[in-house]
């Protein structure tokens, strides 16, 4: 019997293996049928404003109009391939919690599909990566996306980036 998903969750952050994170789900959720729901976020890591003295509430603006904007990009792109059951949400606070835990729960979800991290070793070693947390916490199935759409490898191969 084929794995059917009816509810995917795909973080972006604007980063490349973010959006090939989409474009993958994009492509599952068409095969998994029109019921299926495809839900965006972005997570705004406010820990990354508790050490700047002056906070300033115009920055955390500006940023959730950038990421605004660049998930508005991702649902339209999404509704014209014919997935009308998109939507996204922007949040605050801790991104591995937010993504493993508290909207899976939220939003019933069965599969979270996310990108592989860009992070070197040490700097996984001091900040952790967010898609290996949520791989180990999660509760639903988890699909680290590390490939392009024809599965050619993109970590660490600049020139593989180019391809589309």
Do not use: W
């Not at 003295?53 to 115009?58: G, K």
Request: hydrophobic content about 40%; proline content about 3%.
């Amino acid at each position: 019997m084929l794995q059917q998903y009816k509810n995917i969750l795909v973080p972006v952050d604007g980063s490349k293996e973010a959006e090939l994170a989409f474009k993958k789900a994009v492509q599952v959720a068409k095969r998994n049928g029109p019921e299926t729901k495809l839900h965006l976020i972005h997570v705004v890591d406010t820990r990354a404003f508790q050490n700047i003295s002056s906070f300033d509430t115009a920055m955390v603006e500006q940023i959730t109009d950038t990421a605004r904007k660049t998930i508005e990009g991702y649902v339209a792109e999404a509704k014209e391939a014919g997935l009308e059951n998109t939507d996204y949400s922007i949040e605050y606070g801790a991104p591995k919690v937010i993504i493993a835990k508290e909207v899976p729960e939220e939003e019933n979800v069965d599969l979270i599909m996310i990108g592989a991290t860009g992070l070197n070793a040490v700097e996984r070693l001091l900040i952790g990566s967010v898609t290996e947390y949520v791989t180990r916490t999660a509760a639903c199935d988890v699909l680290v996306v590390r490939t392009d759409l024809e599965n050619n490898p993109v970590l660490g191969k600049d020139k593989d980036r180019k391809k589309k």
